[in-house]
């Protein structure tokens, strides 16, 4: 095992026999002679319900062809399948939460938290019992490689976290591919709409960013929310129109006007709490007061749970949502 893993991802002696015994107890099968017939029957018909698919690697990965347990680990994995009505029975918690993201908590209600954005709990994941694992962004070979033994794994998001191709995917393990065609032809009439109600606003520039206890930070190419803001034709201020290292990127005080623009979008991970308090305590900064946007009052506090962070299918619906109540011309 690779010392960089946390202790909540290795699989522990009490996980590996909880393994063990459940591979033993599906490898034994009925000891009732008599029913060996319909064994036989019932395996052929369950080896011919599974279909194949590739994941973001590239792996072939045999899954159920209508899996009933899913365990979903990470934020976009999750709102994918409840885009879909499938409810997981297990799910990561999401990025600054103790459970689903903000905008998906009501109907995540009542799901199992069986992992962090950190890594899965490998005993949490077998106390779920799933019979398909979607792995989300997760590249640890040796992780995967655990929860492959305890159901199908499918790593369902790219380098390039496109939600849209991450949608489709996880639609197809769940035999929901007709369902997802239907959303995403929902999803482009509401860009439509969204743009069309832009008017004056259209092609202006918007900024995107979040607050936290570690400073301001913006949101640059190559994430969610600049996909999403980028199909509105909306254009993006100085580093925002460039790839950064990472998710998001830093900026001192000193260096806030970099998320100036005509409008701006911005938030912490939740409104509650301590987050609640660092956002007046942003509000109260004399750069930030000096910033455009605010003296034109063109600020829309959002959802950071929904807007900087992994996103997906629903996230993506309900962004358009606020730009248009936020940018639509009266």
């Given at each position: ?33 008599g029913a060996?017939?319909?064994d ?17 690697t590239?792996?072939?990965?045999k ?14 994995d ?26 998906l908590?009501?109907?995540?209600k ?11 709990d ?8 799933p019979?398909?694992?979607l792995?989300g ?11 492959a033994?305890?159901?199908p ?10 939600w ?5 995917l ?7 591919s ?12 509401k860009?439509?709409?969204?743009k ?22 913006v949101m ?15 254009k ?16 001192s005080?000193?260096?806030?006007k ?11 991970l939740?409104?509650?709490g ?37 996103g997906?299918a629903?996230?993506a619906?309900?962004?358009?949502d606020?730009?248009?109540?936020a940018?639509?011309?009266?």
């Amino acid at each position: 095992m690779s010392s960089n893993l946390t202790p909540r991802t290795r699989l522990t002696a009490v996980a590996a026999l909880t393994l063990a015994s459940a591979l033993t107890l599906s490898a034994c099968g009925s000891d009732d002679s008599g029913a060996k017939g319909s064994d036989a029957a019932g395996k052929a018909k369950n080896a011919g319900s599974q279909v194949s698919v590739t994941d973001a690697t590239g792996a072939e990965v045999k899954v159920p062809a209508a899996p009933k347990n899913v365990v979903a680990l990470s934020e976009m994995d999750l709102d994918s399948a409840l885009a879909l009505k499938v409810k997981p029975v297990g799910i990561s918690a999401g990025r600054g939460q103790k459970g689903a993201p903000g905008y998906l908590a009501d109907q995540a209600k009542g799901i199992p938290v069986v992992g962090a954005v950190t890594g899965p709990d490998i005993e949490k994941v077998i106390q779920a019992k799933p019979d398909v694992i979607l792995a989300g962004q997760l590249a640890d070979k040796q992780v995967l490689a655990q929860l492959a033994k305890i159901a199908p794994t499918v790593v369902t998001i790219d380098k390039k976290k496109d939600w849209k191709k991450s949608f489709e995917l996880t639609a197809k393990v769940l035999g929901k591919s007709n369902e997802a065609a239907e959303f995403l032809k929902g999803y482009d009439a509401k860009v439509t709409e969204t743009k069309a109600a832009l008017g004056a606003n259209a092609g202006k520039n918007v900024s995107v960013a979040r607050y936290s206890a570690k400073g301001t930070a913006v949101m640059q190419q190559g994430v969610f929310i600049s996909d999403v803001v980028g199909e509105l034709g909306l254009k993006r201020p100085g580093i925002q129109n460039e790839k950064g290292q990472g998710h998001s990127t830093p900026l001192s005080d000193e260096d806030l006007k970099q998320i100036d623009a005509d409008w701006l979008f911005i938030g912490t991970l939740t409104s509650q709490g301590k987050d609640a308090k660092l956002f007046t305590e942003l509000k109260a900064k004399p750069a930030y007061k000096q910033l455009d946007a605010v003296k034109n009052n063109h600020v829309t506090e959002i959802d950071g749970s929904k807007w900087t962070s992994l996103g997906g299918a629903q996230a993506a619906v309900s962004v358009l949502d606020d730009i248009k109540k936020a940018m639509s011309s009266k």
